[in-house]
């Protein structure tokens, strides 16, 4: 079956770094690598994306602070996260699909999520 695992994931005050990993077989053949995020009201929210080509998409509220990337080896997906504040609070999880059309993408394989918390 396949499995995305999520690490990283702590309690760090506004202003600090934390760095998320995800790793699972689907990371290195996939097309199409995300993190998510809960939020109130919105369910689950694309944070980030990184398609096969290098191509990198984050939304406006975490450009310039979160930075995703696969290591070397391919088996990694990272979300390093800086000058983090106390709405970026959620559980985070890693996402494998495919690249579509554009900058779309579709994805299929899931992890179980890892606690971010930031407190003032």
């Known amino acids: 079956q396949v499995k995305l695992v999520e690490s990283g994931g702590d309690s760090v005050q506004a202003g600090g770094s934390l760095r998320l990993s995800c790793t699972g077989t689907?990371?290195?053949?996939?097309?199409?690598l995300g993190w998510f995020r809960e939020e109130a009201g919105k369910g689950r929210v694309w944070v980030a994306q990184l398609r096969k080509d290098g191509t990198d998409l984050y939304i406006d509220s975490v450009k310039g602070r979160f930075t995703i990337s696969q290591d070397n080896n391919k088996d990694t997906l990272d979300l390093q996260m800086d000058s983090l504040k106390p709405e970026d609070t959620s559980i985070y999880y890693c996402?494998?699909?495919?690249?579509?059309?554009?900058?779309?993408?579709?994805?299929?394989?899931w992890g179980q999520g890892t606690q971010v918390t930031v407190f003032s």
């Open positions: 689907r990371v290195i053949d996939s097309t199409c």
């Open positions: 996402a494998a699909g495919r690249a579509l059309r554009g900058t779309s993408c579709a994805y299929d394989y």
